[in-house]
């Protein structure tokens, strides 16, 4: 298993094929006056093709401006990658965003994402941040991973992040 960070001309329209994003979540946490509460909330997050491609493209974009994207593959077979975003936010801390981090449905239970995950924090301390930023998916099985990372809420909320997706947690860890 490989773990290293992908240059753009790496990133091509079908770098997702294959990948299986696939999630069945039956229960969150929110957010509700500084605590996390568990609740009822069943769906199924699953990338069909067209979204795939679209966030191959993002993600090549984002290593074009200055991120990074981070994958993990065995015998050419991608089994999870992470992206950094390029731009630098926070007032009191240096945050860099982690929009994405997955691991192929098949491949998960293998400590892939913990292996990804600490790969991810190097890079972005070497990319000047001393935060992580995190709008994490509500999903227990998710927040349990990211507690288990060193994850806290966040001191600061990045608006912009909150907006795109409310219903995530939003989440730091220091580098």
Not at 54 to 80: M, P, R
Not at 152 to 170: F, G, S
Request: proline letters at 3%.
């Amino acid at each position: 298993m490989n773990i290293f960070i992908l240059d753009q001309k790496e990133i091509t329209g079908n770098f997702l094929s294959g990948f299986k994003r696939y999630q069945e979540t039956k229960d969150v946490y929110v957010m509700d006056n500084d605590q996390l509460l568990k609740k009822k909330d069943a769906f199924v997050d699953d990338w069909n093709e067209q979204q795939k491609q679209n966030i191959a493209l993002h993600l090549k974009k984002t290593a074009e401006k200055g991120g990074a994207v981070i994958c993990v593959k065995e015998d050419g077979k991608l089994l999870g990658f992470s992206v950094i975003e390029p731009d630098q936010f926070g007032t009191e801390s240096t945050y860099l965003e982690l929009s994405f981090i997955h691991v192929s449905a098949d491949y998960r239970g293998q400590k892939i994402g913990e292996k990804l995950f600490r790969k991810t924090m190097e890079k972005a301390r070497e990319m000047g941040a001393n935060k992580l930023y995190i709008g994490a998916h509500p999903a227990v099985e998710t927040q349990h991973f990211y507690k288990k990372m060193g994850c806290l809420p966040a001191q600061e909320i990045h608006q912009p992040i909150y907006d795109r997706e409310p219903k995530d947690v939003q989440l730091e860890v220091s580098l």
